[in-house]
């Protein structure tokens, strides 16, 4: 296999840099033998059994043989929602929230006093208590937030200013909602860098640092790190020679990249499941050339991915919509524009789709509808979870009795 997978722990970032001005804690609060076959290529054991590697020939998926394509509109029956919202609050207007896992989403948050998010903040799962953990940026007044992420240990923000179009990510310790200790600089980029596309996973974060298409740095390689408390330097998990395709998703104690690979062949993909702990290859699925997947995660023993275009080459993988499967096939295969990262548990995906959400459950070949909540918007409800989860979290923008949009509901539903 051509792609560039190896520790480098020698260049990585200099990680573990401590930020002078850090905030010490706060408190918080087709047919039946292809269902069936494609059924038991989305039930195998994840990344959670660790060292059971899958056999990946690393060749270009073209799947030209429709026996392979299980299309859940045309061959799973129609069901009722199996869903229903443990808990559901609003935020104020601007809000948007992101659950990486646990009980804890973090917030950027657009305070009543401003038009455009400026703090950072963190929700409870469990009571919908929430509370501002970041008031100002660390770096000064000349810096905004720009992203933000959390785990049950961890915060992790970038701060950038926009008029240099340079940032910085950063993290802090996290403990019961509540920040810890100092903040860290994990990485930093300028003009010639995008800012990083970054998730977290337990005590670590994870990250993508990846030159500007039309920069000047547009021919250096791109990498994807990851650190945790402790670390003195990150590690380098992966290189890869062009940009990453998809954001770092982490499901399962699996984290799941899609670099370039097979280069000297042309521009080929290559969804990469790795094992979190080690950087072990674990699965790969090589997308047709010149098909970019627009979001992917790993999750019981497949890939969970999505198309955003019609290519119109490439075979069936080369279709707009969402897939579910790994190398050979066969792929569940939902038809509908994506619009973001597969969440669920077990045999059960959600999929967003317009304003409302999918529920595949792929082992009673069933699918339902998730509705938005009363009076959202035309774009419904987004998730704001990936991957496994335990609790899928949406965020919806509602309207008041005036019509005129009002707050964020939040909405948590159980996933048994």
């Known amino acids: 296999m051509s792609s560039k997978h190896r520790e480098k722990l020698n260049q990585s970032p200099a990680a573990g840099r401590k930020v002078s001005g850090g905030f010490s804690r706060r408190s918080l609060f087709k047919g039946a033998a292809a269902a069936t076959a ?70 950027l948050e657009a305070p009543s006093s401003a038009r455009s998010v400026n703090t950072l903040g963190i929700i409870s799962l469990a009571s919908g208590a929430r509370a501002t ?52 600089e994990l990485d930093h980029g300028n003009a010639d860098w995008e800012p990083a596309r970054f998730t977290v996973a337990g005590g670590h974060v994870i990250w993508q640092k990846m030159p500007l298409a039309s920069g000047s740095k547009r021919a250096e390689f791109s990498h994807c790190y990851s650190w945790a408390f402790g670390d003195a330097k990150a590690k380098d998990l992966y290189e890869s020679p062009g940009r990453f395709a998809t954001w770092p998703r982490v499901s399962g ?28 290859m674990v699965d790969q699925l090589v997308m047709p050339q010149n098909v970019s997947p627009f979001e992917a995660v790993y999750m019981n023993g497949a890939f969970a991915f999505s198309v955003e275009a019609n290519y119109g080459y490439g075979g069936s993988l080369g279709n707009m919509g969402t897939f579910i499967g790994r ?9 509908r524009e994506p619009l973001a990262c597969v969440a669920g548990k077990g045999s059960r995906y959600l999929i967003k789709a317009r304003s409302s959400h999918f529920v ?9 509808i998730l509705p938005a909540p009363d009076k ?35 909405r948590v539903f159980p996933l048994a």
Not at 361 to 368: I, S
Request: hydrophobic share 40%; aromatic share 10%.
């Open 38 to 107: 494609a059924l038991g290529a989305v039930s195998l054991a994840g990344c959670s059994s660790k060292g059971d590697e899958q056999q990946v020939s690393g060749e270009p998926q073209v799947i030209t043989d429709d026996s392979k394509i299980v299309n859940v509109t045309e061959e799973f029956k129609s069901a009722d929602n199996p869903l229903a919202a443990q808990s559901a609050w609003d935020l104020p207007l601007g809000t948007v929230p992101f659950h990486s896992e646990g009980a804890w989403a973090a917030l």
């Open 133 to 184: 953990l970041i008031p100002q940026p660390i770096k000064g007044s000349a810096y905004g937030f720009h992203d933000v992420r959390c785990s049950e240990t961890v915060y992790a923000w970038i701060e950038m200013n926009y008029a240099e179009a340079s940032w910085v990510l950063l993290a802090q310790e996290l403990q019961n909602g509540a920040l810890a200790g100092e903040a860290v």
């Open 253 to 280: 104690g699996c984290l799941t990249i899609a670099p370039r690979v097979n280069t000297e062949e042309g521009t080929f993909y290559g969804i990469t499941a790795l094992d979190l702990d080690g950087g072990k």
């Open 327 to 335: 190398e050979g096939g066969p792929f569940v295969y939902l038809s």
């Open 360 to 368: 595949l459950d792929t082992e009673a070949k069933t699918y339902a």
């Open 376 to 410: 959202a918007t035309d774009y419904g409800d987004y998730p704001a979870s990936e991957g496994e989860t335990d609790r899928f979290v949406t965020f919806a923008t509602v309207r008041g009795d005036n019509g005129l949009p009002a707050a964020v509901q939040v």
